[in-house]
């Protein structure tokens, strides 16, 4: 019962990662119609946002270490620790949560460039140009972010005081031994958090209304005299801030490195295409249904009976998804049916 | 260029051998003729091409072919080991298990296209490679990768031949398969499954292929059933990406699961991208430009780059140096990348494509500036 609950914590935990990811993915698919191989590349950038707020937070000087006393000893202490004191390494020890405010705006950017930049010109093209060109601007952000970051994981640690784990089993009556990370609850509340926040924008704002109208038929919306391509690229803009942020709260769970966005994107693609391309509730539901699914195949007991499983699950239910329901879970008529 | 008589097919075919054969040759001012790199020429040279009979021809863009390279790899390995030392029977098991593997595979995804398509190689391609290194590591032997061993079992050439010390190389009838000759093994098939993809091309089912690249729609409205074509062709295509990775386990007889992961069929789609999608030299182009800038651009350092640029002042040098150095050495994926994105944004013919473009361009004004002429006089 323990393990069983837990497991479908961690799922839930997993799902809520590949949800955003792949709520970013079909966001730009259902707007855009364009399939973007370097979405997992925003994801990376999303979380060197937070080693660079890292980096900048703990730039130091070379202080000389006074308790030791054999030898000249120093060492280095970041300069806001030496400027404010206390406020300064509280600063620094939430720095996860810091980084967020950089991320927002610098994925808004990178997000509006690209659409603006690259994407803007592959409306027309084949899907295989548009697979081709992202995956080579993937390519790209990943060897910059290599040339910069280097190629070793940096580990960038959550605050101190969510360190630990929460006793879980104790809120539930499930017995003190059943933890669980704090900052994995954290992470899936995150998610929560943004997913609604992208679907009320969706279904109860004006602008979030006209960007659906849009969705379903944009020619008429165009005949209506809005300027929708204008809001496709803000949704796109969302759609990397989306992705960035799911990014940037995975860095404790996940030392980035440079690849790390590749490993996410295939993933996230068979999330989208179990969810139904362009359907925004089958991505979610399908991100949560396929963590789920994937914890369990990684329990011992199920790995026992058909070992290997956990590896291939995810895939095998595409496949098996794919060839009963066409459309996806949740797929619209219409929307990439090819 | 579209067709082709017989006879001047054969003509083709006679040059395409003499270049190809004579590679060692004129590859030397490029610093390219050393066997390792010739062999590697020859070899995605066959995986480009096969996978163009499906991506060029039927216009599926597969993002999981480098599973029958893998599949091809492990074959050749075990045949290696269970068997003998000969390549005849590794070149013909690879081909023939990632045939099977093409089987069935190609039987699940090409129930549907497009995009889909795509992602169901790729998760077929994901699903191999996280089995060969976890669960099948008794075939596969995961992470290290499938070796010869001394005592590997060698059934048939143990029949005639007293085992050695040390380990025994990989031979055809006696020919060491290293070095050159290893290179004009993998020459001779690449000019025979070259003719091939020629001879695919221009054939009636070529050109349903085409067709169904065209309008798979229409073929069907006609009567017509497009399913045992494309799974022919991708049963094809992978047979000759599975011939490929028995050549690589000819040359250096180790197969990985490395060799199957997603990024290694992202090559291949590259190199026939590079090249010209479609066009029959493209792919070929594409796979050994890649695998020679490979070679050249990674071997590259800052040392390196400082004297080649020693002609210029000082500062240039190290202007020229600080610009140049993040695209080489490590750098030579990023190079690859961008390039990449270069040639689909202003050249989707690749540059087999961009050449007959420029040479229709050239063609039809001459031709226009030849009617003037006539007018005039």
């Known amino acids: ?338 | 260029m579209d067709t082709i008589s017989r006879k001047g097919e054969l003509r083709m075919m006679a040059l395409f051998a003499v270049i190809v054969l004579l590679m060692p040759i004129w590859l030397i001012p490029f610093g390219a003729a050393y066997p390792d790199l010739l062999q590697k020429f020859a070899i995605f040279g066959i995986f480009a091409v096969g996978f163009n009979i499906l991506f060029g021809l039927t216009g599926y863009l597969s993002f999981g072919h480098a599973v029958f390279l893998g599949v091809g790899s492990y074959a050749a390995v075990w045949s290696f080991k269970l068997f003998t030392m000969n390549v005849i029977p590794a070149v013909i098991f690879g081909v023939l298990f990632s045939g099977i593997f093409a089987a069935v595979i190609g039987f699940v995804s090409l129930r549907r296209s497009g995009i889909y398509f795509s992602i169901l190689t790729l998760a077929f391609a994901q699903m191999s490679y996280n089995l060969a290194y976890s669960v099948l590591t008794p075939i596969t032997n995961g992470e290290t990768g499938l070796q010869l061993r001394l005592h590997d079992l060698r059934m048939i050439d143990g029949l005639f031949i007293e085992a050695g010390e040390g380990l025994p190389l990989t031979n055809l009838f006696g020919i060491k398969m290293s070095g050159y000759p290893g290179f004009y093994f993998c020459a001779v098939l690449l000019i025979l499954a070259f003719y091939l993809a020629l001879r695919i091309k221009n054939s009636p089912f070529g050109m349903a292929l085409k067709a169904i690249k065209s309008n798979q729609l229409r073929m069907g409205y006609t009567g017509f059933n497009t399913r045992p074509y494309l799974m022919s062709a991708f049963m094809i295509s992978g047979m000759y990406a599975g011939l490929a990775g028995a050549l690589l386990a000819v040359t250096d007889p180790l197969a990985g699961a490395e060799r199957m992961q997603w990024t290694a069929s992202g090559e291949v789609v590259l190199m026939t991208i590079l090249g010209g999608v479609g066009t029959l030299f493209g792919p070929l182009l594409g796979a050994g430009l890649i695998k020679y800038f490979e070679n050249i651009f990674s071997s590259y350092n800052d040392a390196l780059l400082q004297e080649t640029f020693s002609f210029l002042p000082d500062m240039l040098n190290n202007l020229m140096v600080g610009i140049i150095s993040p695209f080489v050495g490590d750098g030579w994926h990023l190079t690859l990348g961008g390039l990449f994105m270069v040639i689909i944004i202003f050249l989707p013919g690749g540059i087999v494509g961009g050449i007959t473009m420029v040479w229709r361009r050239y063609m039809k004004k001459r031709g226009a500036s030849a009617e003037m002429e006539g007018e005039t006089s």
């Not at chain 1, 060109?133 to 290599?146: N, R, Y």
């Not at chain 1, 360190?163 to 017995?175: F, K, R, T």
């Not at chain 1, 300027?227 to 989306?242: E, H, L, N, P, W």
Request: hydrophobic fraction near 55%; charge should be neutral.
């Open chain 1, 1 to 338: 019962m323990d393990s069983i609950f837990l497991q479908i914590l961690n799922g839930l935990d997993k799902g809520g990662a590949y949800a955003l990811i792949a709520l970013g993915l079909t966001l730009v698919f259902g707007t855009l119609g364009v399939v973007n191989f370097a979405h997992g590349a925003i994801f990376m950038l999303g979380s060197f946002c937070a080693v660079t707020t890292q980096n900048l937070l703990t730039y130091s000087k070379k202080v000389k270490d006074e308790s030791i006393t054999y030898f000249e000893a120093f060492k280095e202490v970041p300069y806001l620790e030496i400027w404010w004191g206390d406020t300064g390494s509280f600063i620094i020890d939430y720095k996860v949560p810091f980084s967020i405010l950089l991320a927002i705006p610098v994925m808004l950017l990178i997000g509006l460039a690209m659409e603006r930049g690259l994407i803007r010109h592959f409306y027309n093209r084949p899907h295989a140009d548009q697979i081709l060109v992202t995956f080579g601007l993937a390519i790209v952000i990943q060897e910059i972010v290599k040339s910069i970051y280097g190629a070793n994981p940096i580990p960038v640690p959550a605050p101190a005081i969510v360190a630990g784990s929460a006793s879980i089993g104790s809120w539930i009556g499930l017995g003190e031994s059943v933890v669980y990370p704090w900052w994995r609850l954290i992470y899936l509340a995150n998610a929560l958090v943004v997913i609604s926040a992208v679907f009320s924008f969706l279904k109860f704002t004006t602008y979030g209304m006209v960007v659906r109208a849009g969705m379903q038929d944009r020619e008429t919306v165009g005949l209506l005299g809005i300027d929708i391509q204008r809001r496709f690229t803000v949704v796109f803009g969302m759609a990397s801030v989306v992705v960035g942020i799911a990014g940037v709260m995975y860095t404790p769970i996940l030392s980035p490195d440079y690849h790390m966005g590749m490993d996410f994107l295939v993933l996230s693609f068979v999330v989208v295409v179990v969810g139904g391309m362009g359907s925004l509730e089958g991505a979610v539901v399908a991100g949560f249904m396929l963590g789920v699914l994937q914890s369990f195949a990684a329990m011992n007991e199920i790995k026992s009976i058909f070992p290997g499983i956990d590896q291939i699950i995810v895939y095998l239910v595409a496949v098996i998804i794919l060839l009963t329901r066409p459309r996806g879970l949740m797929g619209r008529k219409g929307v990439m049916e090819d």
